[in-house]
């Protein structure tokens, strides 16, 4: 996790959150990683880091063919960006993208979005689970959501046919603007 999350959404009905209150952000990207030979090299944000394209390009530069991040939108946040934010990710990177989201109430205070999502590199939604419309009506307890699980067909050959179509490395002017 690089970038914390220190928000105030109080005046639109949401939160205060200041992550930096209890954690400590990363120093650096890490390197993508294989976890099953054949899978692809996948490269991991958390949460607040999908708001910053520069380290998605870093990891797509470094190797990867997956983008994973493991998030817990807040409902406000996730109603205005989730969706956008994750497939510009996919297409800017021509890499898969991950986003396995918290849905529901966690406490009394706070309750996640949720939509989790599977999006292919040309930033089309191939799966994705349920989402929270009304932060009010969630319950929590044995009243909360019961879990729901995901599986989608991924195929590393479309990340290639979508970057031999459009090699956007190929085509980046670093001699206007450094290369990430």
Not at 17 to 36: A, D, F, L, M, Q
Not at 78 to 106: D, M, N, Y
Not at 113 to 142: C, F, T
Request: glycine share 8%; net charge negative.
């Amino acid at each position: 996790k690089l970038h914390l999350f220190d928000i105030d959404l109080r005046d639109d009905g949401g939160p205060l959150i200041k992550e930096s209150n209890n954690t400590e952000p990363g120093k650096r990207i890490e390197e993508p990683y294989e976890p099953v030979e054949g899978l692809g090299k996948v490269g991991t944000l958390i949460c607040f880091d999908l708001r910053f394209a520069e380290p998605s390009l870093i990891l797509r530069r470094l190797g990867a063919d997956i983008m994973l991040y493991p998030s817990a939108f807040t409902v406000p946040t996730g109603k205005l960006h989730w969706e956008a934010l994750l497939r510009a990710r996919a297409i800017e990177t021509q890499c898969w993208v991950i986003a396995a989201a918290q849905s529901g109430r966690h406490n009394g205070k706070r309750v996640s979005y949720g939509d989790s999502i599977v999006i292919d590199p040309n930033g089309k939604i191939v799966g994705r689970l349920s989402r929270v419309e009304n932060a009010d009506d969630e319950k929590d307890g044995d009243e909360a959501r019961e879990p729901e699980l995901l599986v989608v067909d991924m195929d590393l050959a479309v990340k290639k046919a979508v970057r031999k179509s459009i090699p956007v490395e190929d085509l980046r002017r670093t001699d206007v603007y450094p290369k990430l």
